[in-house]
């Protein structure tokens, strides 16, 4: 979502995004309108919504990959200016607020920050959808099988199968862990219920890069490469 106007002040911007809060981060709010945007059908240049690129990026795009990531240029490359130029204050101001700005970035266009108005990472949100969705994909042909132990120890292999795969391949999950009898009691047997406890640690983003550097004739060096 966005605001209904571009010239919408900054500090009703962050109250609509406060206003729009809602648990699980469904709900991302975009500032900074695009001033001009060409209109890849009459080749003029139009302004835009800012929410239109972040739609745009979310749905061409892996799940882990950060919504302000270099590569999503590629997604707001029909931009050529923007209404403001926030300075850093602002744009700390707008990310401690769950709301994501466009931002002017060496040549082209970036959301500054990644976050939903509940002030969770957009990426780690997909990536827990997609997660969810994986697994319960896989169960779906279990719903309604009879619940005997071979049926409920392979259930936890399949799923483990699939995360320690995703963790190998150091996509969206760097641990896990799949318990099929914490949950999974005589009672909730009794009400033909099957319960599986699954836990993922997601992998996380590196928002900032902070080099800790020392150049001088007096530097104290430990090691060097060749």
């Given at each position: ?5 571009a ?5 009703t ?24 945007v ?89 990536a827990?959808?997609?997660l969810?969705?994986s ?5 779906k ?50 009400q ?7 836990r ?27």
């Amino acid at each position: 979502m966005c605001a209904d106007a571009a010239n919408t002040s900054d500090a009703t911007q962050n109250t609509e995004a406060a206003a729009n809060q809602v648990a699980g981060g469904r709900i991302v709010y975009c500032k900074n309108y695009p001033s001009r945007v060409l209109d890849p059908v009459t080749g003029t240049f139009i302004a835009a919504e800012p929410h239109t690129f972040m739609a745009s990026i979310l749905s061409q795009t892996d799940p882990e990959q950060h919504p302000g990531d270099e590569d999503t240029k590629q997604y707001t490359s029909a931009i050529n200016a923007l209404t403001s130029a926030p300075d850093e204050g602002v744009l700390d101001t707008s990310r401690k607020a769950g709301t994501c700005e466009l931002v002017e970035d060496d040549g082209g266009f970036v959301f500054q920050s990644g976050v939903t108005t509940d002030h969770l990472e957009i990426a780690d949100v997909r990536a827990a959808d997609w997660l969810n969705e994986s697994i319960g994909a896989r169960m779906k042909h279990d719903v309604k099988k009879p619940n005997t132990l071979s049926r409920r120890r392979m259930q936890v292999g399949v799923i483990s199968d699939f995360l320690e795969e995703n963790r190998k391949a150091e996509h969206l999950i760097e641990a896990w862990q799949v318990d099929g009898e914490a949950l999974d009691t005589s009672v909730s047997r009794g009400q033909n219920k099957r319960k599986i406890l699954i836990r993922g640690r997601l992998i996380s983003h590196q928002n900032f890069v902070i080099l800790a550097t020392e150049f001088g004739t007096q530097a104290v060096v430990t090691s060097s490469a060749a």
